[in-house]
């Protein structure tokens, strides 16, 4: 005899299996549950359901209100019925709370920032966010003591003084710029919240519930504390919080003098990009990988383009720093600084819009504090006397 399964012998019986679906929610939905989650919060804290009076906390006579509105809407009591084993529901375990007479729902709604229509609809909720919102914001608000912070310390010191001197600067965040959770990457500074953010670590790829990847993060702040939270509740914090800012790469100034003089003519810049591709291999290494170049026009307009030229990945790019220069041949340049990063160009293979394997010859694997060092070995004409090491990503002193 063949084994069959409990669903086929159920198919062989004629009964038919009815595959369970998983719930969705309508937004609507989703803040009734989220306001009776804070009910069942302060049932828990407390051991019984929030009550009305004048005397009683401001949160607790919100849930109070709260829960009166939700056992009078029947809507509210079936979608809550799961979820209510304590029978905080119950039409009869309710009948003798009453709100306060000096005060009516709709008064007491409108103080505490609660929305009451005509037909007293409970989800007109306008401060309570979604579960989603939720478990972001406690994310972020979770800090605890970060009990190696004097490993970090000097990197906030080193962080204000280049703000201070203009070596760093401040980037608000535009949320139609499209900053992505992938720009979130390692040793990046950050301001939320009125403290500076670093990420210190970032772990490895996950699939989050809501199906996208993501990526647990150290964040330590300058305020010693610390907090484990995920690369998307930092984007969602940073773009929520009107003071967030970036907080950019140090800028270098002019390659030979800090000011050029009425006879200098200045040539062009030297700039240093970086790749917001979503490769596997770019987004793995992207605080090593940099594209090198000398352009005689303005950096933005040469990269206008990047995501339609495999030159560029065929992906956006962020200028991490530029260096202006005076009294030089640009072309020569650039083939000294190439040459010079030669042993650690980036192998890498892309096809482009029409399908033809390109092979982009100005990506190297350098980190960017080497690049500036490089600048400043051919701003004193010392270069001749180093040689990068690619397996130390570091200058060596030739013999």
């Keep these: 005899m063949v084994d069959l ?14 595959q369970k679906k998983a719930r969705t929610y309508t937004p609507r939905e989703e803040r009734i549950i989220a306001g009776f989650e804070d009910i069942l919060k302060f049932h828990d804290e407390y051991g019984r ?40 529901l119950d039409a009869e375990a309710w009948a003798s709370h009453t709100a306060p007479e000096d005060l009516d729902d709709d008064s007491l709604l409108s103080e505490l920032g609660v929305e009451s229509s005509d037909e007293e609809d409970i989800t007109q909720l306008r401060h309570v966010q979604s579960r989603e919102e939720r478990r972001a914001a406690e994310e972020i608000a979770n800090r605890e003591k970060c009990a190696d912070f004097d490993k970090f310390q000097h990197l906030f ?27 979130i990457v390692k040793g990046q500074f950050f301001i939320l919240g009125g403290q500076v953010a670093y990420v210190a670590d970032v772990g490895e790829i996950i699939k989050a519930p809501n199906g996208e990847y993501d990526a647990r993060l150290r ?19 940073l773009y929520k919080d009107e003071a967030g800012r970036r907080i950019t790469e140090p800028e270098a100034g002019p390659l030979f003098k800090s000011e050029a003089n009425d006879d200098d003519t200045e040539s062009g810049t030297i ?79 892309i096809e482009d819009r029409f399908g033809n394997r390109v092979k982009p010859r100005e990506w190297f694997l350098v980190p960017l504090t080497v690049i500036d060092e490089v600048v400043g070995k051919v701003r004193d004409k010392t270069i001749s006397n180093y040689r990068y090491d690619p397996e130390s990503a570091s200058l060596k002193e030739t013999s």
């Design 49 to 88: 359901a929030p009550q009305h009076g004048e005397e009683r906390d401001i949160f607790e006579r919100i849930y109070a209100v709260r829960l009166d509105r939700l056992r009078e809407l029947e809507e509210c009591r079936e979608l809550l019925a799961d979820m209510d084993e304590l029978g905080l």
């Design 219 to 237: 964040v330590i702040y300058s305020n010693g504390t610390e907090s484990n939270l995920l690369r998307r509740s930092l984007q969602r914090a």
């Design 5 to 18: 399964s409990d669903d086929e012998l159920l198919a062989e019986l004629g009964v038919e299996v009815e």
């Design 157 to 183: 010191e080193q962080v204000k003084s280049d703000l201070d001197s203009g070596t760093r600067l401040t980037r608000k965040f535009v949320k139609d710029a499209g900053f992505l959770k992938s720009d």
């Design 271 to 349: 700039y240093v990009l970086r790749s917001k591709s979503d490769h596997s291999m770019i987004s793995e290494n992207r605080e090593l990988i940099h594209k090198i170049g000398v352009t005689g026009g303005k950096v933005e307009s040469r990269i206008s383009g990047a995501k339609k030229d495999a030159t560029y990945l065929l992906s956006d790019v962020e200028i991490v720093a530029t260096y202006t220069l005076y009294n030089i041949n640009r072309n020569k340049l650039e083939k000294l600084l190439h040459r010079f990063f030669s042993g650690a160009q980036l192998d890498f293979t």
